[in-house]
Nanobody
Framework: QVQLVESGGGLAQPGGSLRLSCAAS????????MSWYRQAPGKQRELVAA???????NYADSVKGRFTISRDNAKNTVYLQMNGLEPEDTAVYFC???????????????WGQGTQVTVSS
């Protein structure tokens, strides 16, 4: 069994900061790309940022220069440092990971349960 456990959401004021964490646990042979997505009410889920095992990253245009994704491969953990938060960043943030459970076969997609981020004064 594989689980992604998120933490760090909450309420922040505009211009403030929050840091999200997501740890993969269970039977993991390798953890490939780890990503953060978000979904605001009435909107589709969108990619916020992604990081490969080797450290390559990419970001949605709306968060470039404000958010930073990083990962600790030894801990199978990914982080999202969010600075300069705006009300438009309000959403449920989901962790996603591509995980192989054994040396055989392809990686499967796993999702965290989601954590609420609310930006409001």
């Amino acid at each position: 069994q594989v689980q992604l456990v998120e933490s760090g959401g909450g309420l922040a004021q505009p211009g403030g900061s929050l840091r999200l964490s997501c740890a993969a646990s269970g039977s993991t042979f390798s953890v490939n790309t780890m990503s953060w997505y978000r979904q605001a009410p009435g909107k589709q889920r969108e990619l916020v940022a992604a990081a490969t095992y080797g450290g390559r990253t990419n970001y949605a245009d709306s968060v470039k220069g404000r958010f930073t994704i990083s990962r600790d491969n030894a801990k199978n953990t990914v982080y999202l440092q969010m600075n300069g938060l705006e009300p438009e960043d309000t959403a449920v943030y989901f962790c996603h990971a591509e995980i192989k459970r054994s040396i055989w076969g392809l990686a499967d997609d796993y999702w965290g349960q989601g954590t609420q981020v609310t930006v409001s004064s």
